[in-house]
């Protein structure tokens, strides 16, 4: 006789169910014998008997009694939806999907790297399973199909990569084409984003056309790379595809080559993928290890104001790695940002680059030696803006601190204008704290003189 379920397995989940079946017998009474019965009621008891059928779903005899071919590897539990990765593992869909997601391109069970991600159905463990459930009394969850849940269908992804085998295989025109429509596919469809995971070489052949060019004789169409460059950061947006994007062989090197010798659009679209790509951690050391810091920096200290923003806000992000400030100092990114805020230049922008940079011993000293300590005392004092002065006084404090030459220019301000003082009592949590720091050291020094 086939069982009718597993909840008779367990004794818990029997208990849990016989209270749940109490619980919507009373509400369904209410509701059928209670003609002013409130909205709440049924609320209560739809809760209920959705417990009860996740309840019954539960296989929570499937680890002992299920067949182990039928077991997920990742989530320990039986499939409803079984498909093979490129490694020929099965796996459930919703569980191989989440890994995929989360940037890996390896086999969970062998660590194989994948040539691609495509999930392909194993429909001889699906019909096996079906009939085991069926044998068992078990019912099993209708899995949602793989078109609907990620919002590509077969015909469009069968058209991407047809313009990708453009890219690294057509004439010149056809490579045009092809780009100015994945460029604009990634832009206003994000699941055209999803499915550059789907192939380990999808990214290279996206790169193809400028590979070649550089191979063939240098010559590079400015369009083509600004297409590439763009669906690049396109691309990027997509957070499973950060990880891939950035460790790509041949991605960093070209964007570092767009970001000097690209259009002013492609320029600033190669840092704003740079500043996406470089939220992983991992992709901040990847990124810095390459050089890409020269030639932001040299970008940003040429000044073209569509690029400057995105410039700052790429080389903000990298240099949040400590590694990376010393790359930004050793680049000359302290005079370059520094002579932007004497300009009044992106002024709020630059100040939280240096402030960062300030705790690089390096860096506070060459901030010192290239006049900063009168620039961001005049800022603390004329500035309406708190996050500016804050940001001020941080690097005041790191300037000053092993450097008592620059004391002088502090106590002058001090004196003549209270600046510290005045910070000190209504900046913010921070700036109070660097200003009161600044005043001791500035009382110690004057206690010091006095003695002596």
Known sequence: MAKTGVLSSDPTAGARAAELKKELQKL?????????????TIEQAKHALSALRELKLQKRSTATSCPQEFICPLSKKLMSDPVVLASGQTYDRPFIQRWLKSGNRTCPRTQQLLSHTVLTPNHLIGEMISRWCESQGIELRIPVQHAVE?????????????????????????????????????????????????????????????????????ALHTDLQEDVIT???????????????????????????????????????????????????????????????????????????????????????????????????????????????????????????????????????????????PCLLRIVRESTCERNKENCIAILHAVCLNDRTKWKAVREEESSHGTISKLAQDGTCRAKRKANGILHRLRKAVNITHTA
């Open 28 to 40: 369904v009474n209410t509701i059928v014998d209670d003609e002013d019965y409130s909205v709440h």
């Open 150 to 218: 990620d919002g590509v269908t077969e015909a469009e992804r069968h058209h991407l990569f047809s313009l990708l085998d453009k890219l690294s295989a057509a004439a010149l025109p056809q490579q045009k084409e092809a780009a100015k429509e994945l460029r604009l596919l990634t832009k206003n469809k994000p699941s055209f984003r999803s499915l550059f995971g789907e192939s380990v070489d999808a990214i290279l052949q996206l790169l193809a056309p400028l590979l070649g060019a550089k191979s063939r004789s240098g």
């Open 231 to 373: 669906t690049l950061l396109n691309l990027s947006i997509h957070d499973s595809n950060k990880k891939l994007v950035a460790e790509t062989p041949m991605v960093v090197p070209l964007l570092m080559e767009a970001l000097r010798y690209g259009t002013v659009e492609t320029r600033s679209n190669a840092a704003a993928a740079i500043f996406t790509l470089s939220a992983l951690d991992s992709n901040k050391e990847v990124i810095g290890k390459s050089g890409a810091l020269k030639p932001l920096i040299e970008l940003l200290d040429e000044g073209h104001p569509l690029a400057m923003k995105d410039v700052a806000s790429a080389v903000f992000n990298l240099c949040i790695l400590h590694e990376n400030k010393a790359r930004a100092v050793r680049d000359g990114g302290v005079r370059v940002i520094l002579r932007k805020i004497m300009d009044g230049v992106l002024v709020n922008e630059l100040l939280a680059i240096l402030a960062m940079l300030s705790t690089h011993q390096r860096a506070a000293d060459e901030m010192g030696e290239l006049g900063a300590v």
